[in-house]
């Protein structure tokens, strides 16, 4: 059974940083591209970042490019998502998900984790 725990979400002041881990069970990491999504209360679920298999392709949501950086860790079955610089904006819960690229993320989700910022 594939299972990934989110995990390293809490409540920050603006301009803190964060590092939210991703640790997948059941399945090798080295063979999926992984990536991280959002979803702010009100608001649809959006993407933030992504790693291919062969960590040659990196994605970022463009207003996140300079303040996110994402890495993995295959050796652990973990997936990184380091934040600085947050924002009251980036208040959302943080999913992560698997899949063959980047372009197709959703074999399977973790159950999110919860960043909030305050102002």
């Known amino acids: 059974q594939v299972q990934l725990r989110e995990s390293g979400g809490g409540l920050v002041q603006a301009g803190d940083s964060l590092r939210l881990s991703c640790a997948v069970s059941?399945?090798?990491?080295?063979?999926?591209?992984i990536g991280w999504f959002r979803q702010a209360p009100g608001k649809e679920r959006e993407g933030v970042s992504c790693?291919?298999?062969?960590?040659?392709?990196?994605y970022y949501a463009d207003s996140l490019k300079g303040r996110f950086t994402i890495s993995r860790d295959n050796a652990k079955n973990t997936v990184y998502l380091q934040m600085n610089s947050l924002k009251p904006e980036d208040t959302a819960v943080y999913y992560c998900a698997i899949g063959i690229f980047c372009s197709n993320l959703g074999d399977y989700w973790g159950q999110g984790t919860q960043v909030t910022v305050s102002s």
């Open positions: 790693i291919s298999r062969t960590e040659r392709i990196t």
């Open positions: 059941g399945r090798a990491l080295e063979y999926y591209a």
